[in-house]
Protein backbone atom coordinates (compact mmCIF):
# COMPACT_ATOMS: atom_id res chain seq x y z
CA UNK A 1 0.00 0.00 0.00
CA UNK A 2 2.99 2.55 1.15
CA UNK A 3 4.74 1.84 -1.99
CA UNK A 4 1.65 2.57 -4.11
CA UNK A 5 1.53 5.53 -2.51
CA UNK A 6 4.85 6.78 -2.71
CA UNK A 7 4.92 5.89 -6.32
CA UNK A 8 2.30 7.73 -7.30
CA UNK A 9 3.57 11.00 -4.90
CA UNK A 10 7.17 10.32 -6.72
CA UNK A 11 5.26 10.40 -10.30
CA UNK A 12 3.53 13.09 -9.31
CA UNK A 13 6.62 15.39 -8.43
CA UNK A 14 8.34 14.90 -11.66
CA UNK A 15 5.61 16.06 -12.95
CA UNK A 16 5.50 19.13 -11.51
CA UNK A 17 9.03 19.52 -11.61
CA UNK A 18 8.83 19.48 -15.45
CA UNK A 19 6.20 21.55 -15.57
CA UNK A 20 8.44 24.17 -13.50
CA UNK A 21 11.41 23.70 -15.71
CA UNK A 22 9.01 24.24 -19.15
CA UNK A 23 7.04 26.86 -18.02
CA UNK A 24 6.04 27.58 -21.72
CA UNK A 25 4.55 23.63 -22.19
CA UNK A 26 3.23 23.56 -18.09
CA UNK A 27 -0.39 23.49 -19.02
CA UNK A 28 0.70 20.59 -21.88
CA UNK A 29 2.74 18.43 -19.36
CA UNK A 30 0.08 18.31 -16.32
CA UNK A 31 -2.66 17.51 -18.71
CA UNK A 32 -0.93 15.14 -20.82
CA UNK A 33 0.55 13.32 -17.36
CA UNK A 34 -3.49 13.26 -15.72
CA UNK A 35 -4.79 12.16 -19.39
CA UNK A 36 -2.74 9.35 -19.16
CA UNK A 37 -2.95 8.72 -15.32
CA UNK A 38 -6.76 8.42 -15.73
CA UNK A 39 -6.63 6.32 -19.40
CA UNK A 40 -3.88 3.99 -18.59
CA UNK A 41 -5.91 3.27 -14.88
CA UNK A 42 -8.86 2.89 -16.42
CA UNK A 43 -7.88 0.82 -19.45
CA UNK A 44 -5.81 -1.35 -17.15
CA UNK A 45 -8.98 -1.89 -14.86
CA UNK A 46 -10.74 -2.54 -18.63
CA UNK A 47 -8.53 -5.42 -20.05
CA UNK A 48 -8.03 -7.11 -16.17
CA UNK A 49 -4.44 -6.63 -15.80
CA UNK A 50 -5.73 -4.44 -12.47
CA UNK A 51 -8.67 -6.03 -10.56
CA UNK A 52 -9.30 -3.35 -7.76
CA UNK A 53 -11.98 -5.80 -6.42
CA UNK A 54 -10.84 -8.62 -6.26
CA UNK A 55 -13.17 -11.18 -4.03
CA UNK A 56 -15.09 -7.87 -3.40
CA UNK A 57 -12.56 -7.00 -0.71
CA UNK A 58 -12.49 -3.17 -1.38
CA UNK A 59 -10.16 -2.70 1.24
CA UNK A 60 -7.11 -4.17 -1.14
CA UNK A 61 -3.79 -2.04 -1.28
CA UNK A 62 -4.98 -2.48 -5.10
CA UNK A 63 -8.48 -0.90 -4.63
CA UNK A 64 -6.86 2.17 -2.53
CA UNK A 65 -3.58 1.95 -5.61
CA UNK A 66 -6.64 2.35 -7.90
CA UNK A 67 -8.32 5.57 -6.24
CA UNK A 68 -5.03 7.04 -5.46
CA UNK A 69 -4.12 7.16 -9.07
CA UNK A 70 -7.32 8.51 -10.20
CA UNK A 71 -7.19 11.35 -7.69
CA UNK A 72 -3.90 12.28 -8.83
CA UNK A 73 -5.40 12.61 -12.21
CA UNK A 74 -7.73 14.41 -11.58
CA UNK A 75 -5.08 17.00 -8.79
CA UNK A 76 -2.97 17.67 -12.11
CA UNK A 77 -5.91 18.64 -14.35
CA UNK A 78 -6.89 20.42 -11.45
CA UNK A 79 -3.09 22.28 -10.95
CA UNK A 80 -3.27 22.63 -14.74
CA UNK A 81 -6.78 24.95 -14.89
CA UNK A 82 -5.70 26.59 -11.69
CA UNK A 83 -1.99 28.08 -13.99
CA UNK A 84 -3.84 29.51 -16.27
CA UNK A 85 -6.11 31.03 -14.10
CA UNK A 86 -3.29 32.30 -11.84
CA UNK A 87 -1.23 33.33 -15.01
CA UNK A 88 -3.78 35.83 -16.69
CA UNK A 89 -1.51 36.19 -19.35
CA UNK A 90 0.52 34.46 -22.17
CA UNK A 91 4.23 33.08 -22.06
CA UNK A 92 6.72 34.19 -24.62
CA UNK A 93 9.01 32.31 -26.80
CA UNK A 94 11.33 32.80 -23.75
CA UNK A 95 9.45 31.45 -21.50
CA UNK A 96 7.87 34.83 -19.60
CA UNK A 97 4.98 35.07 -18.39
CA UNK A 98 3.48 38.15 -20.24
CA UNK A 99 0.47 40.16 -18.88
CA UNK A 100 -1.74 41.35 -20.94
CA UNK A 101 -3.17 45.08 -21.08
CA UNK A 102 -6.27 44.71 -19.57
CA UNK A 103 -9.49 46.25 -21.38
CA UNK A 104 -9.65 49.26 -19.35
CA UNK A 105 -5.76 50.13 -19.63
CA UNK A 106 -6.85 49.36 -23.16
CA UNK A 107 -9.32 51.91 -23.89
CA UNK A 108 -7.77 54.46 -21.67
CA UNK A 109 -4.52 54.08 -24.27
CA UNK A 110 -7.02 53.91 -27.35
CA UNK A 111 -8.75 57.18 -25.93
CA UNK A 112 -5.89 59.13 -25.52
CA UNK A 113 -5.30 61.94 -27.63
CA UNK A 114 -2.31 61.23 -30.22
CA UNK A 115 -0.95 64.27 -32.10
CA UNK A 116 0.81 62.30 -35.80
CA UNK A 117 1.75 63.96 -38.98
CA UNK A 118 2.11 67.64 -39.65
CA UNK A 119 0.55 68.53 -36.37
CA UNK A 120 3.02 66.69 -34.50
CA UNK A 121 5.53 69.17 -33.79
CA UNK A 122 7.46 70.50 -30.42
CA UNK A 123 5.34 73.73 -30.16
CA UNK A 124 2.12 71.78 -30.38
CA UNK A 125 2.94 69.69 -27.75
CA UNK A 126 3.97 72.70 -25.54
CA UNK A 127 1.34 74.98 -26.20
CA UNK A 128 -1.85 72.17 -26.07
CA UNK A 129 -0.01 71.23 -22.69
CA UNK A 130 -0.55 74.87 -21.13
CA UNK A 131 -3.89 75.56 -22.45
CA UNK A 132 -4.91 72.15 -20.64
CA UNK A 133 -3.34 73.65 -17.54
CA UNK A 134 -4.93 76.69 -18.09
CA UNK A 135 -8.11 75.20 -17.92
CA UNK A 136 -8.77 76.24 -22.42
CA UNK A 137 -8.87 72.79 -23.36
CA UNK A 138 -9.02 69.10 -22.22
CA UNK A 139 -8.89 65.58 -23.49
CA UNK A 140 -12.01 64.20 -24.49
CA UNK A 141 -11.67 60.17 -25.75
CA UNK A 142 -9.35 60.53 -28.83
CA UNK A 143 -9.90 64.13 -29.23
CA UNK A 144 -9.30 67.53 -28.15
CA UNK A 145 -12.22 69.66 -26.21
CA UNK A 146 -11.71 73.47 -26.82
CA UNK A 147 -13.66 75.48 -24.34
CA UNK A 148 -13.22 78.72 -25.57
CA UNK A 149 -14.87 80.33 -28.79
CA UNK A 150 -13.39 79.03 -31.81
CA UNK A 151 -11.75 82.26 -33.47
CA UNK A 152 -9.47 82.29 -30.18
CA UNK A 153 -8.74 78.35 -30.74
CA UNK A 154 -8.28 79.27 -34.70
CA UNK A 155 -5.23 82.27 -33.40
CA UNK A 156 -3.92 79.26 -31.46
CA UNK A 157 -3.54 77.16 -33.91
CA UNK A 158 -2.41 79.57 -36.74
CA UNK A 159 0.56 81.10 -34.33
CA UNK A 160 1.44 76.98 -33.52
CA UNK A 161 1.22 76.31 -37.24
CA UNK A 162 1.17 79.01 -39.55
CA UNK A 163 3.94 81.69 -37.74
CA UNK A 164 0.93 83.97 -37.46
CA UNK A 165 1.63 86.62 -34.59
CA UNK A 166 -0.25 89.65 -32.69
CA UNK A 167 0.96 93.23 -34.76
CA UNK A 168 0.79 96.88 -33.12
CA UNK A 169 0.93 99.41 -35.36
CA UNK A 170 2.49 102.81 -34.80
CA UNK A 171 -0.60 105.14 -33.46
CA UNK A 172 -2.64 102.45 -33.42
CA UNK A 173 -4.32 101.46 -29.90
CA UNK A 174 -5.32 98.02 -31.85
CA UNK A 175 -3.85 95.06 -32.07
CA UNK A 176 -3.62 93.08 -35.61
CA UNK A 177 -3.81 89.36 -36.30
CA UNK A 178 -1.25 88.88 -39.23
CA UNK A 179 -0.39 85.63 -40.41
CA UNK A 180 2.26 83.73 -41.43
CA UNK A 181 3.62 82.24 -44.19
CA UNK A 182 2.84 78.44 -43.62
CA UNK A 183 -0.83 76.61 -44.67
CA UNK A 184 -3.24 75.88 -41.99
CA UNK A 185 -4.04 72.39 -41.81
CA UNK A 186 -7.56 72.68 -41.43
CA UNK A 187 -8.81 69.62 -42.06
CA UNK A 188 -6.26 67.91 -39.01
CA UNK A 189 -7.20 70.54 -36.80
CA UNK A 190 -10.98 70.09 -37.33
CA UNK A 191 -10.42 66.16 -36.51
CA UNK A 192 -7.97 66.90 -33.63
CA UNK A 193 -10.63 69.06 -32.10
CA UNK A 194 -13.79 67.49 -33.44
CA UNK A 195 -15.21 70.30 -34.63
CA UNK A 196 -15.26 72.58 -38.07
CA UNK A 197 -14.47 75.40 -39.85
CA UNK A 198 -11.35 76.37 -37.86
CA UNK A 199 -9.78 77.24 -40.60
CA UNK A 200 -12.80 79.54 -42.24
CA UNK A 201 -13.11 81.44 -38.44
CA UNK A 202 -9.04 82.49 -38.75
CA UNK A 203 -9.68 83.32 -42.74
CA UNK A 204 -12.29 85.86 -41.59
CA UNK A 205 -10.05 87.38 -39.20
CA UNK A 206 -7.12 88.02 -41.73
CA UNK A 207 -5.39 91.24 -41.02
CA UNK A 208 -8.49 92.49 -38.41
CA UNK A 209 -8.43 92.79 -34.92
CA UNK A 210 -6.54 90.00 -32.74
CA UNK A 211 -9.30 87.86 -30.59
CA UNK A 212 -10.73 88.77 -27.42
CA UNK A 213 -8.30 87.23 -24.65
CA UNK A 214 -5.88 86.96 -27.37
CA UNK A 215 -2.96 87.95 -24.10
CA UNK A 216 -3.78 84.50 -22.67
CA UNK A 217 -2.93 82.53 -25.81
CA UNK A 218 0.30 84.42 -26.31
CA UNK A 219 1.15 83.29 -22.76
CA UNK A 220 1.99 79.28 -24.21
CA UNK A 221 4.06 80.90 -26.28
CA UNK A 222 6.31 82.26 -23.93
Known amino acids: MLQIIFLVIGLCIIVLALSFAFKRYARLILWSSAITLFAGTLLLVGIGVINPIDGDNTGSATFWGTIITLISGAALAFCAEMMKEGNKGKINKNGNIVTPVSEEQTADIDASVVLSGTLNTELAKKVFGKAIEAGYMEEHGSHYKWKESKVLLAYMCGRIYCG ?21 PDAELCTLFDTSDIGQSRQNRKDLTVPKNFQKIDIFFE
Open 164 to 184: DYPERLKMETKTYWKFGMELF
